[in-house]
């Protein structure tokens, strides 16, 4: 749908009204905009007091959400939810993980919190906040520079910080994951850090939805080889889920 940016708004503000939220990822595939062009417009809708963004989207300005409908109703698709239990089904007891920025790693975070001893690495403050108010898990936050559009911690004290621990996985997300492209992130900050991470970690799940099958992001994060799972949802491409199985990774589709 090609809209200028006045039409793009009234239609959001009009969505905004009807929902009491919005997702970025939604509005994108909606418009046919870019994230960036669709932040714009939130940002500008929040100005005239519509909306309030917040991490993953907006909803409308004055909403009440406590923590728990916030994560489950308005930042997380039913995919990514199923995606974050059966990622969480892959940690045992006394685990320590380290969990990844993201929306779809905080669906992870969600369905850990009953699991017993658990230790989570992360740099996602969103993942951090959320288990810290939901959780009696132990909760190791990286230190590191703020980057606001992730929510993360990045950086050269954040590296610091992943070389002195040790974590049995690391569930991480992803824009992209393309043949021969590999995997792809938004940045390249965020990507240094994960590389960081796959190097650290004896095994690497990428959680992410069927969206992210045969799109190529604009920073290079690693092979495909590097990683050893991928959890993601039943619409994932069937041939390309056939190559990766071949290449010995393991593909659980939910």
């Known amino acids: ?9 009234q239609e959001i503000t009009r969505l905004i009204r009807q929902k009491s939220n919005v997702r970025v990822e939604d509005l994108v595939a909606r418009f046919g905009a870019s ?8 940002e500008h809708l929040e100005q005239q007091g519509i909306l309030k963004r917040i991490y993953g989207g907006a909803v409308a300005a004055g909403r009440e959400s406590t923590g728990t409908s916030l994560i489950q109703d308005i930042l997380l698709s039913p995919e990514k939810m199923r995606i974050g239990a059966a990622a969480a089904d892959l940690v045992g007891e006394e685990e320590t ?5 993201g929306t779809t790693t905080l ?3 969600y369905h850990l919190i009953h699991k017993p001893g658990v230790t989570v690495v992360t740099n996602a403050l969103n993942v951090a906040t959320y288990l810290t108010h939901r959780s009696q898990l132990s909760v190791i936050l990286t230190g590191g520079q703020i980057e606001r559009r992730d929510a993360a911690v990045l950086g050269y004290v954040a590296e610091l910080t992943l070389r002195e621990l040790r974590a049995d996985r690391a569930m991480i997300g992803v824009r992209g994951i393309h043949m021969p492209d590999g995997l792809t992130g938004d940045s390249l900050p965020g990507v240094q850090l994960m590389r960081t991470v796959i190097d650290l ?11 992210k099958w045969g799109s ?14 991928i959890v993601t949802d039943l619409r994932a491409p069937p041939a390309m889920v056939w190559d990766l199985t071949q290449l010995g990774i393991k593909v659980i589709q939910t």
């Open 1 to 9: 749908m090609d809209m200028l940016a006045p039409e793009r708004r």
């Open 35 to 42: 994230a960036s062009t669709i932040r714009r417009d939130l």
């Open 97 to 101: 993980i380290f969990l990844g920025p």
């Open 107 to 109: 669906a992870v975070a």
């Open 201 to 211: 970690v004896p095994e690497v799940v990428v959680v992410a939805d069927s969206r």
């Open 216 to 229: 190529v992001g604009p920073a290079f994060l690693a092979s495909l080889e590097a990683i050893d799972v």
